[in-house]
């Protein structure tokens, strides 16, 4: 099977999100993305990610009607900082037998050398990403080239992926701006239940 890992702090999960996976699955012919919330991401300031359950139960919903969609709190129960690197080693034990991917931001994607184990990523999956904002498909192409040097394996898709990020929903929201166009709606309803990001 073609299985892929989308981690994130999906803080929270938006409508990109789910198109990015759902685009990957239309053109590689994934058979399972496992959406998998960070516990602590390194790198990034964490002082505005709400809980790790939070993040989870809304990512939980915001795949439940897609049936190759999954999340995993493989990162959630290790705690501590989530790495990538320990991730796909996880997945590794798991899938023994399947080929993996692993699906990334483009703004990610160009960090990569800065990531932890960065080298054992590069080994053992193949890195998906798509162009964005400041970020277009042959600038992305020429950093790819650049990997070639750890023999990384990475599949760029040609097509621009809206440029939408958590930190503006969560903007918008504390705005009480609409975000009926960037998220599901049981998500919203989690997010106002639950009083998140006021």
């Known amino acids: 099977m073609k299985i892929a890992i989308f981690g994130g702090s999906f803080n929270p999960i938006h409508n990109a999100h ?60 290790r705690e501590g900082l989530s790495y990538s690197s320990d991730t796909i080693a996880c997945f590794k034990e798991q899938f023994k037998n399947d080929e993996l991917f692993f699906i990334m931001g483009a703004d990610m994607f160009v960090t990569l050398e800065k990531w932890h184990n960065f080298e054992y990523i590069f080994k053992n999956v193949t890195i998906l990403t798509a162009p964005r904002d400041g970020y277009d ?52 309803k989690y997010i106002f239940n639950n009083k998140l990001y006021g």
Do not use: W
Not at 47 to 68: G, K, L, W
Not at 163 to 173: P, Q
């Open 137 to 188: 498909y042959e600038y992305l192409c020429d950093i790819k080239k650049s990997y070639d040097k750890y023999s990384c394996k990475a599949y760029i898709t040609e097509e621009y992926i809206e440029d939408l990020s958590s930190t503006e929903i969560r903007d918008m929201i504390k705005e009480d701006k609409n975000i009926s166009a960037y998220l599901n709606d049981e998500v919203i």
């Open 18 to 77: 789910v198109k990015l996976a759902q685009r990957f699955v239309d053109e590689l012919g994934l058979d399972k993305v496992i959406f998998v919330p960070t516990n602590t991401t390194p790198l990034k300031d964490n002082s505005q990610i709400v809980t790790p359950v939070h993040r989870y139960n809304m990512c939980e919903i915001a795949v439940e009607d897609f049936d190759n969609f999954e999340v995993s709190d493989v990162e959630i129960k």
